[in-house]
């Protein structure tokens, strides 16, 4: 098992560009989770996705983001006309379809976004 | 708002010291907790959860309710505990984590 794929792992954007961030699950993994670390900053939740479905988007900026995860292929996070406060390290993370709080999550290895 | 604080942005220990990493959590009922670590180079990684009461690789962490805090804790760093540290809590029913800042452990041989 690959483990959590994540792909770009560096990704330089200008000023209002789009940048799209994609993230493979663990195999037999049906849960996705979306982080955000800003310089010096902790991990912050963005958005929680099942297959097809957003279940919880409580910490997504309310424009210029988006994150869908379709019945085929990789979940992708969306940020369209990017700003210089958009950069940061992204980080996915997959867990079990059987949902427990205490289902561990398995993290990527991060997509670095510097936007220019 | 539910929130994890690490007070210490960096700690750093000779070979053989105790350790000690800070968190405090703001709950007011039972939490889920997590201690997460990221070694050079590699991927964060789960370390321990209080739910398990168990010992990795010599850390153990405790939950103390009425102090909010959930301290991790090793009697002997070794060089190879060097890595960056998060405290973190599962909110609500969908479990996604709220972490701390993280904190900085250095091993100095």
């Known amino acids: 098992n690959a483990g959590v794929m994540q792909n770009p792992r560096h990704l330089v954007r200008r000023r209002g560009q789009e940048a799209r961030l994609r993230c493979s699950p663990m195999?037999?993994?049906?849960?996705v989770y979306w982080y955000r670390q800003l310089p010096e900053e902790g991990l912050k939740f963005m958005v929680y996705?099942?297959?097809?479905?957003?279940?919880?988007e409580s910490g997504m900026p309310k424009e210029r983001f988006s994150a869908e995860f379709p019945k085929e292929g990789p979940s992708i996070l969306r940020i369209q006309q990017v700003v210089r406060g958009d950069s940061a390290a992204y980080f996915c993370?997959?867990?079990?379809?059987?949902?427990?709080?205490?289902?561990?999550?398995?993290f990527g290895p991060g997509t670095r976004l510097t936007v220019l | 708002a539910q929130r994890v604080t690490q007070p210490e942005k960096l700690l750093s220990v000779f070979k053989g010291a105790p350790v000690e990493l800070k968190c405090n959590y703001s709950?007011?009922?039972?939490?889920?907790l997590f201690w997460y670590v990221q070694y050079s180079r590699q991927r964060l990684q789960l370390l321990l959860r209080?739910?398990s009461r168990e010992s990795i690789k010599g850390f153990t962490a405790d939950l103390n309710k009425g102090e909010t805090s959930f301290h991790l804790k090793k009697p002997f760093a070794q060089e190879e505990d060097s890595a960056m540290y998060y405290c973190?809590?599962?909110?609500?029913?969908?479990?996604?984590?709220?972490f701390g800042q993280g904190t900085t452990l250095q091993v100095k041989p």
């Open positions: 993370a997959s867990s079990p379809p059987v949902r427990s709080s205490y289902n561990e999550q398995f």
């Open positions: 195999k037999g993994h049906s849960h």
């Open positions: 996705l099942q297959k097809e479905n957003i279940i919880d």
């Open positions: 709950y007011s009922g039972s939490p889920e």
């Open positions: 209080h739910i």
């Open positions: 973190a809590q599962a909110s609500g029913n969908t479990g996604k984590l709220i």
